[in-house]
């Protein structure tokens, strides 16, 4: 039962242009989401996050966008950079389990120069 | 300032040894958790440690798991009796404990390979 989900494993951007990771989740007591950005051989790095009361959280080149109703985060890095380039995990809390992050499975980005 | 630091970065062993993984958490931050990445996976949560609180261990995967926390700082991660099927990266992060929800700031893991 994978609460958390990022259903493209990867994703392919040309240098410039606007990248969108998506994920949905199914459990309606999470009220805290986060995305983090993994490199090889690295730990993942927090990146953004968002609460259940806003939906809209930004930070430079980075958006998370959140519908409660769908149960669906996006994350919009624009313009994208080739350094950009990694694997992205949204993750959530709340509910029972309120400290621990629920991990989706990580979407690899690839940014074209 | 210094970041989330684990111990050691890589561990070879045999079947059925012993291994104790080490994490330093970021100065000051009260909470305290492992994850596991096994190849392939997502990000699986194990333990979480807050303040003097009973830590949560609704993670471990057997009882060949312990984990502890000394001070309220340094935690060690310890598998018994290592199965292969442990072989994972296993990543420490930590958190200021509130107001509200905070970020987990990870390390940059111990990988685990069992022979």
């Known amino acids: 039962d994978q609460q958390v989900k990022q259903n493209s494993p990867s994703l392919s951007v040309q240098e410039g242009r606007i990248s969108i990771l998506n994920c949905d989740y199914t459990n309606s007591m999470f009220d805290y989401f986060l995305w983090y950005k993994k490199y090889p051989a690295e730990g993942p790095t927090f990146l953004i996050s968002?609460?259940?009361?806003?939906d809209k959280n930004e930070d430079g080149r980075f958006t998370v966008f959140l519908n409660k109703s769908a149960k669906h985060l996006s994350l919009h890095i624009v313009p994208s950079q080739p350094g950009d380039s990694a694997v992205y995990f949204c993750a959530a809390s709340g509910g029972w389990g309120a400290q621990k992050l629920v991990f989706g499975q990580g979407t690899r980005l690839t940014i074209n120069p | 300032g210094a970041g989330v630091s684990q111990s050691p970065s890589n561990k070879v062993t045999e079947k059925g040894k012993d291994v104790e993984l080490r994490c330093d958490p970021i100065s000051g931050h009260t909470a305290l958790y492992w994850y596991r990445q096994s190849l392939g996976q997502g990000l699986e949560f194990l333990i979480y440690?807050?303040?003097?609180?009973?830590?949560?261990k609704s993670g471990l995967p057997s009882d060949r798991f312990s984990a502890e926390r000394t001070g309220g700082s340094v935690s060690t991660l310890t598998i018994q009796r290592t199965q292969q099927e442990d072989s994972a990266v296993y990543l420490c992060a930590s958190s200021l404990a509130g107001p509200g929800a905070q970020p987990q700031h990870f390390g940059d893991g111990t990988r685990l390979s069992i022979l």
């Open positions: 968002i609460s259940s009361i806003k």
């Open positions: 440690f807050q303040g003097n609180s009973a830590p949560d």
